[in-house]
Every structure is written in structure tokens, then in C-alpha cells.
């Protein structure tokens, strides 16, 4: 599976922006998706997730529930997420990920950074 994020840019607070995330190479049956986000200094954090067969269920760091909407297409195989209400403390480089089930999230995508000034 390869992954391409695009969607960065910068905005102000309270703005929203949407994420988008191609993937390619193989079929994502089985395979858990998600973004999550870094700054300079610090670790990878978990942003949202969700399975790709699955029913529906989507997962979200405490710091975005409410505010951040993960989504798919199918039909072209792209995974978003929906930012609103943009926050400075959401700047980061964001990054589409996936997993194969029951595995470790093991493909990364190049980040796409997000800039929300004050």
C-alpha cells in the first residue's frame, strides 16, 4: 500500500481545512486507516483512525473529538479528514497511515503540514 496526503495549508483559527490521503497498490481490504500528526521536538500522535471494511466506527485523540471528522471513499480509495475549528495547537505535519489488521501501523504517507496562526 502506498499513501499520498495532500490538503495542507495555512489557515487561522477557527478556519477548517480538509485532508485527503490517495492510496494505491493493493486492495485495503483488512486494512486499518488514520492520520496522525507531528511537531518539531515531539512524537508522532494518534489523530483518528477507522477500519476499511469496517462498519463505520472511527476512533479520535480526546484533543480533536468533536472538531475533526475522519471519512472515506471507497470508489476512489481516499481516506480524509475533516478539520473545523482550527485550533494553533493543530499545527503540525500531518500524516495518513495505515495497518494491516491486527498489526502495527507500518505505512506511512509524506506529511502535509498544517499551519493555523493566532
Known amino acids: 500500500v502506498q499513501l499520498q496526503a495532500s490538503g495542507g495549508g495555512l489557515v487561522q483559527a477557527g478556519a477548517s481545512l480538509r485532508l485527503s490521503c490517495a492510496a494505491s497498490?493493493?486492495?485495503?481490504?483488512?486494512?486499518?486507516l488514520g492520520w496522525f500528526r507531528q511537531t518539531s521536538g515531539k512524537e508522532r500522535e494518534f489523530v483518528a483512525g477507522?477500519?476499511?471494511?469496517?462498519?463505520?466506527?472511527?476512533n479520535y485523540a480526546d484533543s480533536v473529538k468533536d472538531r475533526f471528522i475522519i471519512s472515506k471513499d471507497k470508489y476512489k480509495n481516499e481516506l480524509y479528514l475533516q478539520m473545523n475549528n482550527l485550533k494553533p495547537e493543530d499545527t503540525a505535519n500531518y500524516y495518513c497511515?495505515?495497518?494491516?489488521?491486527?498489526?502495527?501501523?507500518?505505512?506511512w504517507g509524506q506529511g502535509t503540514l498544517v499551519t493555523v496562526s493566532s
Open positions: 497498490g493493493r486492495t485495503l481490504s483488512n486494512y486499518g
Open positions: 497511515a495505515a495497518h494491516f489488521r491486527g498489526q502495527s501501523w507500518n505505512v
Open positions: 477507522l477500519m476499511w471494511n469496517g462498519s463505520g466506527r472511527t
